[in-house]
Each structure stands twice: as C-alpha cells, then as structure tokens.
C-alpha cells in the first residue's frame, strides 16, 4: 500500500540553525501538507500546497518557515533559523483531489525535531 | 470557529469489552469529522469519516461512530476492544468545505487494552 515517507525520523539541532524536514508523498496525490504537534499538545495545521503554491497557512506558519517541491516527487518544509519553541512532531500528509475535498489525508510517521 | 473536544485523555478497557471514545464537536454548520488513529511510531491514519451521509459511519479494524447532531457529539464505539487497538485516537474536524485540507484535531484520547 502506498504511503507518505518522512526523513529524518528524528533530528537534533542548535538553535539558530537552519533545518529541512523532506518528506514524499504519494505519487498520484496533488495536494500536500505539513502538521505538527508540540509535545503534550495538539496536533495543528501549518500549511497546505497545492500547484506549487502555498494555499492555506496558520498564523504558526511565519517568515520563517517556508515550503517547496524541488522536483516533483519531494515535499519539504524549512525552518530558517530554528527556536527552541519549534522543537516538535512534524507530520507530513498528501491527498488527492477527491479525497481532498472530503478531508481526507494520508499522513508520514513524523520527523521529530528536537532544537537545544 | 470549529472545535473538538475529546472528553477523556486516557481510557483503559479489558481485552473483549465494549470501547467508547468520546467526541464533541462544535461548528456552525454541518460538519466533516474525522477519527484518527496513531499507533506508537506510527503515522495518522484515517479510521471513518462523517460527511453528511448515514449517521452511523463503519470504519476499519471494527470501529465505528455515530454523528448526532442534537448532542454535537460523533463518539468512538468498537464492541470488542483487541490488545491491537492499544494507541492514541484523534477527533477531528475539517475547517469549511473547502480543499486546502486544514484539520483541527482534539488533544487525543490514550487507549489503553489490557489482557
């Protein structure tokens, strides 16, 4: 069965430093996502992409963050200069366009970042 | 603005006893809600989806749940819990009607299956 595959599983980092977190969603799926969940709370909604455009993004989602699909098979989201306050779950997840539209996403074991 | 609320944290049951997860939700229209599930080092996968069909939804490994809307509850029911359900189970409920795929998720409920 196809799936969303997220590298690295875990990353440690120094704060300051820049991280990307790749992840491939399935191969037919147009629309694409990152999630992420702070330890001990909820999982949230950072950004959803579809066209190679950003369509949707939470007020989390600022200046520095950004996504991109380089080439068409990977999905990546950056962080530029990591906080101690993005160390969380960051779950990826791709759907395509009828399953989209009911809400349903295909989602990546997560890539835990740990910023020290 | 849409919401859920998972009224327990942590539920523990007997292997082969009845489970109950339970979901309220609030929205000002009718509703996508969603069940999660996340077994330990695993991703999210989708259990059932409510989307204005029947009211009763079946979803995988036995697990279903049933929309009402005079209670704005959607709660999690299998009839025999199996040690391989042990895992965290997320409401959830899609933001409007739109395809940006934007999830507001509850705090998660731990289900814990004992022998």
């Known amino acids: 069965e196809p799936e969303v595959t997220q590298t690295p599983s875990h990353q440690v980092t120094q704060m300051g430093q820049e991280v990307i977190l790749r992840c491939v969603p399935i191969s037919n799926h147009l629309y694409f996502y990152w999630y992420r969940q702070i330890l001990g709370q909820k999982v949230e909604f950072l950004v959803s992409?579809?066209?190679?455009?950003?369509?949707?993004k939470s007020e989390i989602f600022d200046d520095q963050f950004s996504v991109e699909r380089p080439d068409g098979s990977n999905f990546t989201l950056k962080i530029r200069s990591t906080k101690l306050e993005d160390s969380a779950m960051y779950f990826c997840?791709?759907?395509?366009?009828?399953?989209?539209?009911?809400?349903?996403?295909?989602f990546g074991e997560g890539s835990r970042l740990t910023v020290l | 603005a849409q919401s859920v609320t998972q009224l327990d944290s942590h539920v523990s049951v007997s292997e082969g006893t009845p489970v109950l997860l339970r979901c309220n939700y609030s929205s000002s229209y009718s509703p996508s809600l969603f069940w999660y599930v996340q077994h330990p080092n695993k991703g999210l996968q989708l259990l059932l989806k409510y989307t204005s069909a029947a009211t009763l939804v079946k979803g995988i490994n036995g697990f279903e749940a049933e929309f009402k809307k005079s209670e704005t509850s959607f709660h999690l029911t299998k009839p025999s819990a199996h040690m391989s359900d042990a895992a965290e189970y997320f409401c959830?409920?899609?933001?409007?009607?739109?395809?940006?795929?934007?999830?507001?998720f509850g705090q998660g409920t731990t289900l814990q299956v004992k022998p």
């Open positions: 992409f579809y066209n190679n455009e950003i369509s949707e």
């Open positions: 997840a791709s759907s395509s366009s009828g399953r989209a539209l009911t809400g349903e996403l295909f």
């Open positions: 959830v409920v899609r933001v409007g009607s739109s395809n940006t795929g934007k999830l507001i």
